[in-house]
């Protein structure tokens, strides 16, 4: 079985309206592999919270920044952070995202 069995697709966040409705750009597909985890959200008020979410490992370094919609088969997620790895060690880059 492959390190990276799941296909994903990948949307920037290009802008987000007066109502705080986010619009995203061409999603990009990448192979992935997505682990179900839960992830801790800082509310508004600076409240953590644990939120349903996953752990998505994609190969390489590709350019996913915070707030890009991710599609996972029926599962959409909202990237909350990365781990940025370390440098010039090859790996596949891991992002944090919370269900949208």
């Given at each position: 079985m492959?390190?990276?069995p799941h296909t994903i697709q990948v949307a920037a966040r290009t802008a987000i309206?007066?109502?705080?409705?986010?619009?995203?750009?061409?999603?990009?597909e990448y192979r992935a592999n997505v682990q179900?985890?839960?992830?801790?959200?800082t509310s508004p008020e600076g409240v953590q919270i644990r939120v349903p979410g996953g752990r998505i490992f994609i190969?390489?370094?590709?350019?996913?920044?915070?707030g890009a919609r991710v599609t996972h088969g029926?599962?959409?997620?909202?990237?909350?952070?990365?781990?940025?790895?370390?440098?010039?060690i090859p790996a596949p880059s891991e992002f944090y995202a919370r269900l949208i």
């Amino acid at each position: 079985m492959s390190q990276f069995p799941h296909t994903i697709q990948v949307a920037a966040r290009t802008a987000i309206d007066d109502n705080g409705v986010p619009a995203y750009g061409t999603p990009v597909e990448y192979r992935a592999n997505v682990q179900g985890a839960r992830v801790i959200v800082t509310s508004p008020e600076g409240v953590q919270i644990r939120v349903p979410g996953g752990r998505i490992f994609i190969p390489g370094r590709p350019a996913v920044d915070i707030g890009a919609r991710v599609t996972h088969g029926t599962n959409t997620y909202e990237v909350m952070g990365a781990d940025p790895g370390e440098v010039g060690i090859p790996a596949p880059s891991e992002f944090y995202a919370r269900l949208i």
